[in-house]
T-cell receptor, first 114, second 116 residues
Framework: GESVGLHLPTLSVQEGDNSIINCAYS??????FIWYKQESGKGPQFIID?????DKRQGQRVTVLLNKTVKHLSLQIAATQPGDSAVYFC?????????????FGTGTRLTIIP | KAGVTQTPRYLIKTRGQQVTLSCSPI?????VSWYQQTPGQGLQFLFE???????NKGNFPGRFSGRQFSNSRSEMNVSTLELGDSALYLC???????????????FGSGTQLSVL
């Protein structure tokens, strides 16, 4: 069945360093991927998305890389700040599906060490 | 533009009671989805409403229901509460399309429900 997973449940990074959060997916038909950030006591916040016709997309301090060959997605955060501490989720969905098929990973807890 | 607003923020109920949660989507968004978030199960899809109609439903029992009003605001109801219903209930809105294709979701802060 479909699954979206993360390689590491926790990640600690020194403030100012770059961080990389990884995500693997199993559905080769997935064509839309989203990264969310969830801080304690808040709902998931949209960070960045990418479609399968791209392999890289950049935002402010964040970059998402998509490797369709190995079904792998990563989120890179540059120059991490204390406010980046949160749980990060990847989510994926196939081209012909509605929101009910948006599948979320279990999340990686990122801790920024001052 | 205001974000997705959920009320109340916290709720404490006892087994057997029922509860109603409210969600106001981002202005202009016509689709509202509800998710249950627990530490063990992660984010699980409950249902989606579009133009006052339930368009999709997840694998939850009939005790979980919802509705959407003409202004796109949505409510979800859980009847005969069980201990296992304790969770963070998240509402998410999206622009919505008649095709019902997957879209970028914007989440509210959720309602933390505790069932005692």
């Amino acid at each position: 069945g479909e699954s979206v997973g993360l390689h590491l449940p926790t990640l600690s990074v020194q403030e100012g360093d770059n961080s990389i959060i990884n995500c693997a997916y199993s559905n080769s038909a997935s064509d839309y991927f989203i990264w969310y950030k969830q801080e304690s006591g808040k709902g998931p916040q949209f960070i960045i998305d990418i479609r399968s016709n791209m392999d890289k997309r950049q935002g402010q301090r964040v970059t998402v890389l998509l490797n369709k060959t190995v079904k792998h997605l990563s989120l890179q955060i540059a120059a991490t700040q204390p406010g980046d501490s949160a749980v990060y989720f990847c989510a994926e969905i196939g081209a012909n599906f509605g929101n009910e098929k948006l599948t979320f990973g279990t999340g990686t807890r990122l801790t920024i060490i001052p | 533009k205001a974000g997705v607003t959920q009320t109340p923020r916290y709720l404490i109920k006892t087994r057997g009671q029922q509860v109603t949660l409210s969600c106001s989507p981002i202005s202009g968004h016509r689709s509202v989805s509800w998710y249950q978030q627990t530490p063990g199960q992660g984010l699980q899809f409950l249902f989606e409403y579009f133009s006052e109609t339930q368009r999709n439903k997840g694998n939850f029992p009939g005790r979980f229901s919802g509705r959407q009003f003409s202004n796109s605001r949505s409510e979800m109801n859980v009847s005969t509460l069980e201990l296992g219903d304790s969770a963070l209930y998240l509402c998410a809105s999206s622009i919505g399309s008649t095709q019902g294709r997957g879209e970028k979701l914007f989440f509210g802060s959720g309602t933390q429900l505790s069932v005692l």
